[in-house]
């Protein structure tokens, strides 16, 4: 069974440009959440779709934003970077959703922004 | 408001050892989940348990343990006979039933030395 595959793994932005980040969960899985790792913050939940609707979104602004396709696969967005959202985004897929399931993490995909 | 802590940053133990991860989390909600993760270098979690807040029975799988009790909100987590396989980040985390979201800790990272 394939694993949750992030693209791309490493990415290099400068402030001002945009972003955007592709997952692609386990098959069958119709949930996405989608986290940010930095070493100050630690891991932040930033939003979850399933079945291609948001179901709910954590503590980031509107720059930070995502959809789902109907396949399930993923896409996050960051618009008008800033330095600080240099970090390393993860994305999870459940088959349950996020508040009762086993979480199946992806290797993540780092940015930096210069 | 929901809240797991993760006090113990970083732990060096020798091989064979055993360790305790604490965790503490903090919620008002009676219907949650706690779960840990490990996160190796390569930068994914994974999965290592799911415990809801209706069963407090410890669970052993192999040389991990965990003991959850309500009275003092902890869930801890134990590694018996360490080995070098075992360094990483471990994450604690909470996810409330209602609200469809994730609550990670500040992690321990832990390394084991031959």
């Known amino acids: 069974k394939a694993g949750v595959t992030q693209t791309p793994r490493y990415l290099i932005k400068t402030r001002g440009q945009q972003v955007t980040l592709s997952c692609s969960p386990i098959?069958?899985?119709?949930?996405v959440s989608w986290y940010q790792q930095t070493p100050g913050q630690g891991l932040q939940f930033l939003f979850e779709?399933?079945?291609?609707?948001?179901?709910n979104k954590g503590n980031f602004p509107g720059r930070f934003s995502g959809r789902q396709f109907s396949n399930s696969r993923s896409e996050m967005n960051v618009s008008t970077l800033e330095l600080g959202d240099s970090a390393l985004y993860l994305c999870a897929s459940s088959s349950t959703g996020t508040a009762t399931g086993e979480l199946f993490f992806g290797e993540g995909s780092r940015l930096t922004v210069l | 408001a929901q809240k797991v802590t993760q006090a113990q940053t970083e732990i060096s133990v020798v091989e064979k050892e055993d360790v305790t991860l604490d965790c503490v989390y903090e919620t008002r909600d009676t219907t949650y989940y706690l779960f840990w993760y490990k996160q190796p270098p390569s930068g994914e979690l994974v999965f290592l348990i799911r415990r809801n807040s209706f069963d407090e029975q410890n669970e052993i799988s192999g040389r991990y343990s965990w003991n959850f009790q309500k009275s003092t909100s902890s869930f801890n987590f134990t590694i018996t006979a360490s080995q070098v396989v075992d360094s990483a980040v471990y994450f604690c985390a909470l996810s409330v039933y209602n609200f469809n979201k994730f609550y990670f800790g500040s992690g321990t990272k832990l390394n084991v030395k031959p």
């Open positions: 779709y399933f079945s291609e609707t948001q179901r």
């Open positions: 098959s069958g899985h119709r949930s």
